[in-house]
Nanobody, 121 residues
Framework: QVQLMESGGGSVQSGGSLRLSCAAS????????MGWFRQAPGKEREGVAA???????TYADSVKGRFTISRDNDKNTLYLQMTSLKSEDTAMYYC???????????????WGQGTQVTVSS
């Protein structure tokens, strides 16, 4: 059974940086398509970044050039490095995994419970 656990969220000022981690168990991240999503209060869940099994990356336009998705196969962990954070990046961030490449669509089969990111201006 695939299990995902996010960490690394917190409160930062505008312009700051955070690195989110998503520790996976029950499967090897190298063999799955994975993504980061976020959901702000009153808004739909939106895709932020996606990572293919061969290392291809996809980013939402709103985070291109600021966020970087990566994984460490040895640690079985997915990361999201976030820089130049803005107040509009404030949301609960979730990681997701599936055998299907859903890119930035929130149709992944497995989800973590989320980690809160709050950016103050």
């Amino acid at each position: 059974q695939v299990q995902l656990m996010e960490s690394g969220g917190g409160s930062v000022q505008s312009g700051g940086s955070l690195r989110l981690s998503c520790a996976a168990s029950g499967y090897a991240v190298s063999g799955y398509f994975m993504g980061w999503f976020r959901q702000a209060p009153g808004k739909e869940r939106e895709g932020v970044a996606a990572l293919g099994s061969y290392g291809s990356t996809t980013y939402a336009d709103s985070v291109k050039g600021r966020f970087t998705i990566s994984r460490d196969n040895d640690k079985n962990t997915l990361y999201l490095q976030m820089t130049s954070l803005k107040s509009e990046d404030t949301a609960m961030y979730y990681c997701a995994a599936d055998r299907v490449n859903w890119l930035l669509h929130p149709l992944y089969k497995s989800w973590g419970q989320g980690t809160q990111v709050t950016v103050s201006s």
